[in-house]
Nanobody, 113 residues
Framework: VQLQASGGGLVQPGGSLRLSCVAS????????MGWYHQAPGKQRELVAS???????NYADSVKGRFTVSRDNAKNTVSLQMNSLKPEDTGVYYC????????WGQGTQVTVSS
């Protein structure tokens, strides 16, 4: 498995979660990395990305609430999710940007009261 995401769970609206992704393989240091969100019944979409140089970009839907970061020495990319909303519910995957690796199982995030 080249990309393993973890950290999801059930949280109330307004709560926080921190997702982590560990990459195995030498590709990590060569690519921008991203977090992709697949809501129930919808297509997967990129919500946050970070370049090798640690410049971050966000979809409008998460801007100001999510923070993406990476540790190139540990081959990890993280997503701090604050002020969560019900529409943030879904499976979160990490992958390169654009995606070049298998998607793996992702990690489920459920925002509900």
């Amino acid at each position: 498995v080249q990309l393993q995401a973890s950290g999801g769970g059930l949280v109330q609206p307004g709560g926080s979660l921190r997702l982590s992704c560990v990459a195995s393989g030498s590709f990590f240091s060569m690519y921008s990395m991203g977090w992709y969100h697949q809501a129930p019944g919808k297509q997967r979409e990129l919500v946050a990305s970070v370049t090798v140089g640690r410049s971050a970009n966000y979809a409008d839907s998460v801007k100001g609430r999510f923070t993406v970061s990476r540790d190139n020495a540990k081959n990890t990319v993280s997503l701090q999710m604050n002020s969560l909303k019900p529409e943030d519910t879904g499976v979160y995957y990490c992958n390169t940007v654009p995606p070049t690796r298998g998607w793996g199982q992702g990690t489920q995030v459920t925002v509900s009261s």
